[in-house]
């Protein structure tokens, strides 16, 4: 009878020496975390790039409107689709006149956290990237910055859009103020995740399994990369450290990346290390959405990147992290607006 007690009693010692060393671990794996990554600010205001109501209402009316384009049928938002959490959910996008775009569309939620936008860093800024978006062959087919203030003349129903945001300009209908009210809207795209609950001090945010893929993801050597707020979006990397990236993603052409940009031979297969922020929601990956599933991208990504071939186990719990940096849609996203009246010429 009295060995019973005494075994319990021996078991939930070792329990409890089991348990402090568990939470010891956790408290570690957090700390370490935080000095790694940061959450996602309330809001990706800057000097620059105020946020202001009435421009976050223009620019949503502006990123799902479709009169803009040549033939009046795409928006940005037939590329960045909410239902496809800011993505169009192809390998490579289709333009206006189906013309092929080269590469694959990222999604624009937490775009205000990048610090290199597009896969070559092709673009300034955010600004940058809506003007040049504005008359691009591919996104746009306006010949000119002419044409496409011309077509929003016609939609009458704007001028008193762009009056209220932009209250000091006597012509505040121009491109760069379209480019500074779509910005100022995506600015506003954010989607904190149970991740960032975590990072906030909230061990018991993420479940076990997340909690795991994280220490791999960190063990692994994924956050020399991926890291910030992002979770990645903040440098440079050649595509392929340890192999050739097209060897084993199968890639077709193969894109030399940011040398074509730069023209400068260190810079061949180099591209911007993607956020992770909702990858698990944007499937197809990488630059040339060349694989189809996250866990295929995750096994990709050690073998080229770090030389590690990845257990089916590791991968699983490195998904799981992943999955936790899902966040919900911003309401201002998740349904499209009723656009400004105005009927446009029809295309000849
Ligand atoms: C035809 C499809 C298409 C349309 C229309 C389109 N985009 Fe994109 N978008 C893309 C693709 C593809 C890329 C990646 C380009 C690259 O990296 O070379 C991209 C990149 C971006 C990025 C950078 C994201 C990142 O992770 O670097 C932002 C922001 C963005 N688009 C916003 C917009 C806005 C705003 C509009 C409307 C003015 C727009 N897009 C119209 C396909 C499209
Ligand atoms: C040496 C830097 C580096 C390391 C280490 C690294 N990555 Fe990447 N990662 C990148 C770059 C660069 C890209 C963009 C590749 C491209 O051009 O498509 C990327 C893309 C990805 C993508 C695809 C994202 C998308 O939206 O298409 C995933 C998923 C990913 N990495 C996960 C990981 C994981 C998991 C690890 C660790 C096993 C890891 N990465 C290690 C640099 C790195």
Excluded at 106 to 125: C, F, Q, Y
Excluded at 184 to 202: C, I, K, M, Q, V
Excluded at 309 to 315: E, H, I, N
Aim: hydrophobic share 40%; with cysteine; charged share 20%.
């Amino acid at each position: 009878m009295a060995k019973l007690p005494l075994y319990a009693a021996g078991l939930t010692a070792s329990f409890t020496i089991l348990l402090t060393a568990a939470a010891a671990q956790d408290a570690a794996l957090l700390t370490q975390a935080q000095e790694i990554f940061q959450p996602l600010a309330r809001d990706m205001a800057s000097a620059e790039s105020p946020i202001t109501r009435e421009r976050v209402e223009l620019g949503r009316s502006l990123f799902f409107d479709p009169r803009l384009t040549i033939d009046g049928n795409m928006s940005c938002s037939s590329c960045h689709q909410p239902a496809f959490y800011g993505t169009d959910a192809r390998p490579k996008s289709i333009g206006v006149q189906q013309r092929p775009h080269p590469r694959n569309a990222p999604t624009v939620l937490n775009a205000g956290a990048l610090n290199i936008i597009h896969w070559r860093g092709d673009r300034d800024s955010l600004e940058d990237q809506v003007a040049k978006a504005a008359t691009s062959p591919i996104t746009s087919g306006q010949p000119d910055e002419k044409a496409v203030i011309d077509r929003l003349s016609r939609v009458t129903g704007y001028a008193p859009l762009f009056a209220a945001a932009f209250p000091r300009e006597p012509q505040p209908a121009i491109v760069q103020n379209i480019a500074q009210a779509i910005s100022a809207y995506e600015r506003t795209l954010l989607t904190p995740s149970l991740f960032d609950a975590y990072l906030s001090g909230n061990q018991e945010a993420m479940p076990p399994a997340a909690r795991a893929g994280l220490a791999k993801f960190i063990n692994t050597g994924c956050v020399a990369c991926h890291n910030g707020v992002g979770v990645g979006g903040g440098m440079y990397q050649k595509f392929g450290v340890v192999e050739d990236y097209w060897k084993v993603t199968g890639s077709d052409p193969i894109d030399k990346g940011r040398a074509d940009v730069t023209k400068d031979p260190a810079d061949l297969y180099v591209f911007r290390v993607a956020s992770l922020r909702n990858v698990a929601m944007t499937p197809p990956y990488f630059h040339d959405g060349s694989v189809a599933t996250l866990p295929e991208a995750v096994k990709v990504m050690a073998r080229v990147q770090l030389g590690v071939t990845l257990s089916d186990a590791d991968t699983r719990d490195i998904v799981a992290l992943l999955e936790n940096l899902t966040g919900e849609l911003p309401a201002n996203f998740a349904t499209a607006p009723v656009l400004p009246s105005g009927a446009v010429a029809p295309a000849k």
